[in-house]
């Protein structure tokens, strides 16, 4: 079984930039897709970014596409989520996520079976 920790959230002013972490620890990190997601207040859970386990493949969300930048370090067992340029309606709980090995990148939160506790952005104006 996989664990899965963030770190890196925190309050930013809407323009600056902000990267979040999530640290992996248990089963292979390095086979394992991964994606973060995120809830805003009162929201639904909703996709931000996915990449593959060999980090050759990337997905992003309209909303956030040329602005955030995921990535991994297998080395590390760490994801990454760069946030350049926020703004306001970014603003939410950051969740990071696994899936089995094998599989490719995703957008469903379905298809994710490891979550992070998740970790609090918010963007001020």
């Known amino acids: 079984q996989m664990q899965l920790v963030e770190s890196g959230g925190g309050s930013v002013q809407a323009g600056d930039s902000l990267r979040l972490s999530c640290a992996a620890s248990?089963?292979?990190?390095?086979?394992?897709?991964m994606g973060w997601f995120r809830q805003p207040p009162g929201q639904e859970r909703e996709f931000v970014a996915a990449?593959?386990?060999?980090?050759?493949?990337?997905l992003y969300a309209d909303s956030v596409k040329d602005r955030f930048t995921i990535s991994r370090n297998s080395a590390k067992n760490t994801e990454y989520l760069q946030m350049s340029n926020p703004r306001p309606g970014d603003g939410a709980v950051y969740y990071c996520?696994?899936?089995?090995?094998?599989?490719?990148?995703?957008?469903?939160?379905?298809?994710?079976?490891?979550w992070g506790q998740g970790t609090q952005v918010t963007v001020s104006s």
């Open positions: 996520a696994a899936r089995k090995a094998d599989r490719g990148v995703s957008d469903t939160s379905a298809e994710y079976d490891t």
């Open positions: 248990g089963r292979t990190f390095s086979l394992s897709p």
């Open positions: 990449i593959s386990w060999n980090g050759a493949w990337t």
